[in-house]
């Protein structure tokens, strides 16, 4: 038999067979080998891992525009590390941060404290609307220093980013989104496909009633809003107006607890939940009941697993183990499961200083 195969004349339906199956970063790549392999790509509709990755970002290296990825249930299988590079992301990439994810787009906060929308396989980008768009009663002023002021107060970019809760939807098909984002417990703000400014979500008065804001999901249209009380707003977001929905979570379930760190998300039934934990121990998760007057002790998932960077669960599917819980927090990415309330380090980021910190995301691309 000849050694000499053309790949690049492979047959449509075998090649179909074969893109089908690789990850997404190999998957990305193969789009680029020929004008064939391209064609065949066009007719897979989209692709999607449907376990966790781990995006790592670059520290602040100038014209440096390039970041990783790590497939966690590869390394979980082979206990090895196998890291792929994603690049010509902007040179000034390494110095914004990432605030928020959805599929393969991630939410940038830049040095100017401005926000954008990347995606990192295709380097599709939207530019959103300026801060200091706002016409209602929150006013952002920029300033040269690359800080800014609002309503009179000032914010530095650093603090804003330790400070900011943030959610970001895109369609893939169509390219609409929808970003949240809250600077502290005081200030949330939105955008949308069409919107040429940010608009006020009030957090201290009308009937949204949310009493500040320190954890948002979204999910399903539904904007899910966990207030300084530790209870729950829930805002209907599939209108261009977000709407209050009167069927809140008014119940406290820690309020005679020591005020850890508390987040919240949403399970693919739309079931709530709460969670408190330390950096590396789960020392409580919540579920509310089906009629939102209680909350009650969670001893499991359910077949699914909790990505709490992303605010909600999926399915336990592909190796991923059931009652398992992802979770990162600046330089450290932690994964473990309900039934040990313990999370194991996936990865220390701090081991190598070209590198700042690390996100779980489940990567994702729809072929146009």
């Not at 690789?22 to 897979?44: D, E, F, Q, S």
């Not at 609409?176 to 957090?203: A, H, K, N, Q």
């Amino acid at each position: 038999m000849s050694n000499n195969v053309n790949w690049s004349e492979l047959h449509a339906d075998v090649l179909q067979l074969i893109l089908e199956r690789l990850n997404i970063v190999t998957y990305v790549g193969a789009r680029t080998v020929c004008k064939n392999w391209y064609a065949v790509c066009k007719r897979i509709t989209s692709v999607q891992d449907k376990s966790p990755w781990l995006i790592i970002f670059p520290a602040g290296r100038p014209k440096c525009g390039s970041c990783l990825v790590l497939d966690f249930h590869t390394f979980r299988l082979t206990g090895k590390y196998k890291f792929y590079r994603l690049h010509n992301l902007g040179n000034d990439f390494s110095s914004h941060r990432c605030i928020a994810t959805c599929g393969g787009w991630l939410l940038m906060f830049d040095l100017r404290s401005s926000l954008y929308v990347v995606n990192v396989f295709t380097r599709e980008r939207i530019d959103l609307p300026p801060l200091e768009s706002d016409p209602g009663r929150l006013r952002v002023e920029r300033r040269p220093d690359t800080n800014f002021i609002i309503n009179k107060s000032s914010v530095t970019t650093r603090n804003a980013i330790n400070k900011t809760n943030a959610v970001l939807w895109v369609d893939e098909r169509t390219k609409r989104y929808i970003v949240v984002w809250s600077i502290g417990l005081w200030y949330m703000m939105y955008t949308r496909s069409g919107f040429d400014s940010w608009r006020e979500i009030p957090t201290r008065e009308g009937p949204e009633n949310l009493h500040g804001c320190q954890g948002i999901a979204y999910k399903d249209n539904k904007l899910y809003v966990l207030s300084r009380q530790n209870q729950i707003r829930i805002l209907d977001f599939s209108q261009e107006l977000p709407l209050a929905l009167p069927n809140n979570v008014e119940e406290n379930p820690f309020t005679n607890e020591k005020p850890w760190r508390v987040k919240i998300g949403v399970t693919a039934s739309e079931n709530v939940l709460m969670v408190k934990n330390r950096l590396n121990k789960i020392l409580k998760i919540l579920k509310m009941d089906s009629g939102r007057t209680s909350w009650d002790t969670v001893e499991s998932l359910e077949g699914e697993a909790w990505i709490m960077d992303l605010g909600v669960t999926i399915p336990a599917v592909n190796g991923i183990n059931p009652n398992s819980i992802y979770y990162s927090k600046d330089k450290y990415a932690y994964w473990g499961e309900v039934s040990t309330q313990e999370l194991k380090k996936a990865l220390d980021v701090d081991l190598n200083r070209n590198f700042s910190y690390a996100r779980w995301f489940i990567p994702s691309l729809r072929e146009l």
